[in-house]
């Protein structure tokens, strides 16, 4: 079975500081990897995705992800945050060895990020 | 380019009602899901589908039913409504069942049970 955990309900930044914003995950095979960023009263959007390669991902708005096999982590950063980045975010995993196109996600970490 | 669309948007059942919330997709993807959103839970997949005439149960199936009769619907069925079921739907849809690439999401559809 795949798993994720996203440790914080809610981190709280300052604007023009760094984030980061937790995820671990658990899956048998080799992990696909994705951050969503949700806005209120809307759908998820993807936001980046780890597959393979590069340690470090690179996705939209500034957005990055590191992934670390030891430590079964991929977690979302940016180095300098925005008001309007805050929203809800969600971390997914699947296995890459199969089982279609099914992602396991997190319960979802509120940013906030102010003034 | 509409992408995923759903609905209704909003929708009130009494307990032991029937619905079926609606999605479509323009973008001849393969592979549609349903999700649930509930506070504090995440995502939970409910049912999917590789492809038209194939669905499959997910992580929380009970008290819901799929079809495919099309590559672009995937429609929700609730035949006997309950309030464990108030919650906000989610339909998703990606290029391939073994794609590596991301889903794309409808807005939602909020349900109530009362």
């Known amino acids: 079975a795949q798993s994720v955990a996203q440790p914080e309900d809610q981190v709280n930044v300052a604007e023009g500081n760094p984030l980061t914003v937790k995820c671990t995950y658990s899956?048998?095979?080799?992990?696909?990897l994705f951050w969503y960023v949700q806005y209120p009263n809307r759908g998820l959007q993807f936001l980046l995705k780890?597959?393979?390669?590069?340690?470090l991902v690179k996705g939209s708005y500034g957005f990055e992800a590191e992934f670390n096999k030891s430590q079964t982590s991929f977690h979302l950063k940016k180095p300098s945050a925005l008001v309007s980045d805050s929203a809800l975010y969600f971390c997914?995993?699947?296995?890459?060895?199969?089982?279609?196109?099914?992602?396991?996600f997190g319960t979802g970490t509120q940013l906030k990020v102010e003034l | 380019n509409a992408g995923v669309t759903q609905t209704p948007k909003f929708q009130v059942l009494k307990t032991g009602q029937s619905m079926t919330l609606q999605c479509a997709q323009d973008m001849n993807h393969e592979y549609m899901s349903w999700y649930r959103q509930d506070p504090g839970m995440g995502l939970r997949l409910i049912h999917y589908s590789v492809g038209a005439g194939i669905t499959d149960q997910g992580e929380v199936p009970n008290g819901y039913n799929v079809s495919r009769s099309t590559t672009e619907d995937f429609p929700l069925r609730l035949l006997s409504a309950a309030p464990s079921q108030t919650s906000v739907y989610f339909c998703?849809?990606?290029?391939?069942?073994?794609?590596?690439?991301?889903?794309?999401f409808g807005e939602g559809s909020r349900l109530t049970v009362l």
């Open positions: 998703a849809s990606s290029y391939s069942r073994t794609n590596t690439g991301e889903l794309f």
């Open positions: 899956v048998s095979g080799n992990p696909y």
């Open positions: 780890y597959i393979t390669g590069d340690n």
């Open positions: 997914a995993v699947r296995d890459g060895g199969g089982g279609g196109n099914k992602l396991t």
